[in-house]
């Protein structure tokens, strides 16, 4: 007879059947990884509380927290809907992806840089767009989801995510699960912040918020010249393929 297996080992086959789920799990985290900081950073929802709390001051904090929860749905769907159409609606003008990726890029670290470099000018620009909130229900959506919480800086960067999409059609699903999955993750931080902004205005305060955008800033620039850079590559690779490689007759 056999020997059995000693206690915690996995037999090969067992081991075998779990490997496409191990790949899927891991397909998935890489993606919400990749998207999460990017998506908070651009969004900023500790800075834009500070705003948030402004704006929303005459109100009860039960308002508050219902228009908060309120705005995190609806910048829940400004995400994924740029994650998921954003590539494919620009790619039906015949823009390819490897452009896409080096323009999209680029517009996120010239974002980036701007949030680093300026971030008073960022929270002046914020404070103007807040401005026009007339204290009714309609202002859930506009000013406060767009264009102070994901306004064009937010569709550009999740547009540039859903350009990095794999080739392999089996690819897309975990990789779209890990993109949504980060809109939501972002999503809940805005409801969270938001109906907390009174806490987050007296734990952090003006320049505690500065330091957590300019952390924020900088990651969102290291992200955003990755992308660029993934964007030449892709385009350059073929050139210099077709010149090496000898032409077959």
Not at 7 to 14: A, D, F, K, T
Not at 26 to 43: E, H, K, M, Q, R
Not at 75 to 81: E, F, I, N, R
């Amino acid at each position: 007879m056999q020997g059995r297996l000693k206690p915690g080992l996995v037999s090969l086959r067992e081991f075998i059947s779990i490997l496409p789920g191990m790949w899927v799990l891991s397909s998935t985290i890489n993606s919400f990884l990749i998207a999460f900081p990017a998506l908070f950073s651009i969004v900023n929802p500790i800075g834009i509380a500070l705003i948030y709390h402004q704006v929303t001051a005459d109100r009860s904090r039960a308002e508050r927290t219902a228009l908060a929860w309120r705005v995190a749905a609806y910048s829940l769907g400004v995400m994924l809907a740029s994650l998921w159409v954003g590539a494919t609606l620009i790619g039906f003008f015949g823009v390819s992806l490897s452009a896409l990726r080096v323009a999209g890029g680029l517009v996120v670290a010239v974002r980036a840089w701007e949030m680093l470099s300026a971030p008073e000018q960022n929270e002046g620009r914020k404070q103007e767009q807040a401005s026009t909130a007339r204290g009714t229900s309609d202002d859930a959506f506009f000013p406060l989801t767009m264009p102070l919480t994901t306004g064009p800086g937010t569709i550009s960067v999740a547009i540039a995510l859903s350009a990095s999409q794999p080739k392999n059609t089996i690819d897309l699903i975990p990789f779209f699960t890990g993109m949504s999955g980060a809109a939501l993750a972002v999503a809940l931080t805005i409801g969270l912040f938001y109906a907390s902004a009174d806490r987050v205005v007296s734990l952090l305060g003006q320049a505690g918020s500065r330091v957590v955008t300019r952390m924020s800033a900088f990651l969102l620039l290291c992200i955003g010249v990755q992308i660029c850079l993934t964007g030449v590559q892709e385009a350059l690779v073929p050139l210099f393929t077709a010149r090496i490689m000898p032409s077959h007759v």
